[in-house]
């Protein structure tokens, strides 16, 4: 790690360092669980943090999750502050993270970006590279996966299937595996 990262660095790098171990495997649910628990008592112990963490309604932002009031919070203290600047990078330029420097994998600001369509620039992208995303996933949205009857869907649709059932949030789209 870098050795001038922060409490919020480290848990960062710990997450992202144990990517492929802990997302689409049948740790998600239950190390994800964990984990936010862990940083929550570790803010606690460390910090004193008495607020307890909230939890995000996925259903309330899907239909328009771009222009959500979750990104509409410019409180210096609690807002996340509006997507980053597509001139500056998307540097975050309002609320509590505005100019928040990250520590790894080197020194850069806070960043928000949101692409609805993620794998489209996939279709235009290298043959090699293309050929792992068929049409439906190139026009898939980022957002496809939080609406309310899908969440439903995912919780219903894979009775006694927990291997399915962890899979189902992040690749949520009918023939898509
Ligand atoms: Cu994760």
Request: charged letters at 15%.
């Amino acid at each position: 790690m870098n050795t001038s990262a922060s409490f919020r660095d480290n848990i960062s790098y710990i997450h992202m360092d144990l990517n492929v171990k802990i997302h689409q495997t049948g740790m998600f649910l239950p190390f994800h669980r964990w984990f936010v628990h862990s940083v929550e008592q570790a803010m606690v112990e460390k910090y004193g943090f008495s607020g307890g963490f909230p939890y995000w309604n996925w259903t309330i932002d899907a239909p328009d999750f771009y222009k959500s009031s979750w990104w509409q919070d410019s409180d210096t203290e609690s807002g996340l502050g509006g997507w980053g600047d597509p001139d500056k990078d998307y540097e975050v330029q309002d609320g509590a993270f505005a100019g928040f420097a990250l520590a790894n994998p080197s020194y850069h600001p806070m960043r928000y970006q949101y692409t609805a369509q993620p794998f489209a620039a996939f279709a235009t992208s290298s043959p090699t590279i293309a050929q792992f995303f068929n049409s439906t996933m190139l026009e898939t949205y980022a957002n496809s996966t939080f609406h309310a009857d899908q969440i439903a869907a995912i919780i219903a649709g894979n009775p006694s299937d927990l291997v399915n059932f962890q899979l189902s949030p992040d690749n949520w789209i009918a023939g898509m595996r």
